[in-house]
């Protein structure tokens, strides 16, 4: 999952092919049923991409160069074993450049061969995908992480500078000293908080940060969270027990519960507001609607902005290629209800749909979360957000 990670996206953008041989970018997204099914469609979808490129070619040598690389690609994607929802290719053999990796968000399907390898989706993605930042602090340390799709990294540490202890003396004398020593250590580990609240505010600005979760000892946390500024304090999910030494993957374990339980009532919310708006929705300009027969509807009227799908969801329907319509049942004769064109059946209409809203900018929210997910499945199956 490192292709969206800020360096590799810069180093991609710097990339420029030779003239005469350019970069080949594949775009998959993959079909979820893919492991069942015979003939992925995927496949069927790169194949006509692939197609479609080398027709748009004219110069005979570039078209060679062009089927090398879409041999590569063809090769890769046949022997690749599904990791994420999408996969990304890129090529240019001639010059001993190939580059592909599984990614954990789904992306539209496309392919381009151009001079540069085409990152936009990446781009995108990235924007997309939720960051949370992780503060691991106590009274003398704080690290700073950045966690996204399941990948973390530190980015950032800080230390007090400590207080110093003067000479121990005795009686009364000591305990005075104690007592400014103590007074000291305090108003430091004050001023050590609000460094570490800039940082923090800082590392929010610099990596997109959605949200943060704040680790530590408790009286410690809870200080921090007391002078945070506003902009900050309004994107705080969470505050979990770590001791500041903790590993960077040990702190994900235990964060990443904290999250999950976010993101499930996220998705209850989400569900629960679709459906509302959906039974409430006037004839006239709906907000949102349920039900695969009504999804598919508006998704072949471009009208869908969020679709929400529970995770493995599927079902079978049918798809006009001359006029793009997908449908999740034929009328009599098999015959498309707008062309008259003959209809074809599909796997997964799902799927499809899915790709269409991504393509026109939408979002696929998938729904997984228990509770959340029977209730659109009972409710929907289907439901999405309109335009
Ligand atoms: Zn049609």
Redesign the pocket.
Known sequence: MKALHPSALESLARRRAPEGSWILSVYLNLDPQVRASRRGAHKLVLEQMLRDLEAALEDPQAAEHFQEDAEWVRNQVSLHIPRGKSLVLFCDISEGYTYHEDLPVRLPNGAWYERRPYIRPLLDAWKEYERTGIVVVDREKARLLVASMGEVEEVEEAFQTPAVRHRSTAGTDHMRSQMVFQRRAATWSHWFLKEVADSLHDMIEEHGIDRVVLAGPEEVTAELKRILPKGVLARVAARVRAPVATKARDLMDMVTPVLRELDAAREKDLVAECITSARKAQAESPKAVLGLDAVLDAVNQGRVYQILVPTGFSASGWH?P??D?LLDHAPARET?P??S?SLQEMDDVVWAACDRVLAMGGKVEEIGADGAKETLRKDGPLGAFLR
């Open positions: 006009c001359a006029c319509v498309c707008y062309c064109g």
